[in-house]
């Protein structure tokens, strides 16, 4: 079980430019969720999934786009990336929203 | 919403000690919370949760506490090890959104 992973772990991107992030599970999670991490900040929820086909807007979803064509892929897409999105990405998965969520290890995003 | 935050940023503790993480939340309707361990560069970990409807939860050298009277929540750890030295945080559901405090960095000294 490789539980969840994330590609890729590192990016620089110039402003302007779009990327794709890749979550994958092997847990056969129902919900997955993608969330960014700054310092002095906790987690912040940007999109969510419900189940395959499904999404939902977050916390802070402004700038971001997600799929979740497959059951265990969940990809977070920026379509023009810009400096207040350099980040750490975290993509999580859990059974049900009222369960632990399962981490993958992060995305680290700069845009300069 | 949810507003969710830690009492101290920092906690250095000597090896052996208990360690005590506070977290305090602002909504009433908040029904689930877990405790994580961030290690530097990595993912989140689950250590313990508990449901609103308990007060205590015990797992290994881990207890967790809930407080709904005054929102709060605590994690304590004992007999503290270097390697619990790592960011701790809670996470608070509220309706179908996790909200999570900025942790607290715990530094064990040997």
């Known amino acids: 079980n490789a539980g969840v992973t994330q590609t890729p772990k590192f990016r620089v991107l110039k402003t302007g430019q779009s990327m794709t992030l890749l979550c994958a599970q092997d847990?056969?999670?129902?919900?997955m969720y993608w969330y960014r991490q700054d310092p002095g900040m906790g987690l912040r929820l940007i999109h969510y999934s419900v189940g395959e086909g499904t999404t939902a807007k977050g916390e802070v979803p402004d700038g971001y786009n997600v799929s979740r064509l497959k059951k265990q892929n969940f990809l977070l897409g920026l379509e023009s990336a810009a400096p207040s999105q350099t980040s750490v990405y975290f993509c999580?998965?859990?059974?049900?929203?009222?369960?632990?969520?399962?981490f993958g290890p992060g995305t680290r995003l700069t845009v300069l | 919403g949810e507003s969710v935050g830690l009492h101290l940023p920092t906690l250095s503790v000597q090896e052996g000690d208990n360690s005590i993480i506070n977290c305090a939340y602002s909504n009433s309707a908040s029904d689930y919370f877990i405790w994580y361990k961030q290690e530097s560069g990595k993912g989140p970990q689950f250590i313990i949760d508990?449901?609103?409807?308990?007060d205590k939860r015990q797992g290994q050298r881990v207890t967790v506490l809930l407080n709904k009277t005054v929102k709060h929540l605590s994690l304590q750890i004992a007999a503290t090890q270097p390697g619990d030295s790592a960011v701790y945080f809670c996470a608070v559901l509220t309706g179908n959104q996790f909200y999570f405090g900025t942790g607290t960095s715990l530094t064990v000294i040997p």
């Open positions: 508990i449901r609103s409807n308990m």
């Open positions: 999580a998965s859990s059974t049900l929203g009222y369960n632990e969520q399962f």
């Open positions: 847990m056969n999670h129902e919900y």
